[in-house]
């Protein structure tokens, strides 16, 4: 391998995110209104060539992890085919998946052959009505049949995210906690991130990963630090109740940032890479991918994101605001 991706505060860069499509099948409260967003025009979304095209640039410029989200990547047609592709390239040791789940029930065991390690499956409520309202779609049957199915086919951990919401479903935090004593998933708090949505984010809806430690130690039981192994490392905190089979994740963007150890790019479905989750600034690859560039100088363009990339978000600081793009369309 050539040279690899290290940023000016001295991170090494060997994950990254592709966002596949910027559609998706439901459209939840904090994260589309309910007629959805306005699509990028078909012909603007990069074609599962270019990705991989992109893909192999990084790879072999040290980005061995790749996590494929959208929008809900599952709703893209030659998904699998693409994620076939995008496993056998070199230097592409871990693929995974971030979805809504929908649909995962039916792709589990072809996302496990297609090469696929793990999953992540969105999920914020237990109860029907709740998931209905949260999602503004009927499935959480589906989702939940999802999640067993790729727990069956070994896509493993099975990793469930919980965006919690103060007031909306934060009296859900035992019961999820408790999944964790029934199955062997990865049950993850999220803190509540600010993005430009109908719903209006507001600081005091955000729980803290803090208060949501505490409340699960006195209402679940008493949780124990777990220590990441090779490969474990990454944003979450992690713990586990004794004799649990799964696991507990904080995850705290908003009240403790993790920026220190940030090692991602991410790849927007039309083609730009965004350094920071909370940063408009966008480096625009697609125009050099149409325009005959070659691969050395989409490998320019690679290193001068890279160099651009901030040393941390400032959310909690006046300076910030929020992201113009919503999560669908940055790729989350
Ligand atoms: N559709 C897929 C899904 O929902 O898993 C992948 C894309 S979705 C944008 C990725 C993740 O972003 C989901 O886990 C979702 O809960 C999370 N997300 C969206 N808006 C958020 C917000 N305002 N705060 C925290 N997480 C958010
Ligand atoms: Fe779709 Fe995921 Fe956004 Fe929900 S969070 S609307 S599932 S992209």
């Given at each position: 391998m050539t040279n690899t991706l290290v940023d000016t505060h001295s991170r090494k860069i060997d994950y990254m995110r592709i966002s596949v499509t910027d559609r998706c099948n439901l459209r939840c409260v904090y994260c589309m209104p309910p007629e959805g967003i306005e699509l990028t025009q078909p012909q603007n979304i990069l074609r599962y060539e270019e990705l991989l095209r992109i893909a192999r640039i990084s790879a072999a410029h040290g980005v061995s992890k790749f996590r494929i989200t959208g929008g809900e990547p599952l709703v893209r047609r030659g998904i699998i085919e693409f994620l076939k592709d995008l496993s056998s390239i070199k230097g592409v040791e871990d693929l995974s998946i971030t979805t809504n789940?929908?649909?995962l029930k039916d792709y589990a065991a072809r996302l496990k052959e297609a090469g696929l390690r793990r999953v992540n499956v969105s999920l914020d409520s237990l109860k029907r009505d709740r998931f209905q309202k949260m999602t503004r779609g009927d499935n959480l049957q589906n989702v939940l049949d999802g999640l067993h199915e790729s727990e069956y086919v070994g896509l493993t951990p099975v990793k469930v995210n919980m965006v919690v919401i103060k007031g909306f479903n934060d009296d859900e935090i035992i019961a999820f906690a408790d999944l964790s004593k029934e199955r062997p998933w990865h049950i993850r708090y999220i803190e509540y991130m600010p993005f430009n949505t109908q719903e209006g984010w507001q600081k005091d809806k955000c729980l803290s990963a803090k208060e949501i430690k505490e409340l699960i130690n006195q209402q679940a039981g008493e949780l124990y630090p777990v220590i990441s192994g090779p490969g474990g490392a990454g944003p979450a905190r992690r713990y586990k109740f004794k004799d649990a089979p799964g696991e507990i994740g904080l995850i705290s963007p908003v009240s403790?940032?993790?920026?220190?150890?940030c090692n991602r790019l991410r790849l927007t479905a039309d083609g730009k890479i965004r350094t920071c989750l909370f940063s408009d600034n966008e480096i625009d690859l697609k125009t050099a991918l149409r325009d005959g560039s070659s691969d050395d100088a989409i490998e320019r363009l690679l290193f001068k994101a890279v160099a651009e990339k901030p040393s941390q978000h400032h959310i909690n600081e006046n300076v910030f605001k929020k992201c113009s793009r919503t999560m669908s369309l940055i790729g989350g």
């Open positions: 789940g929908v649909l403790e940032h993790f920026c220190g150890s």
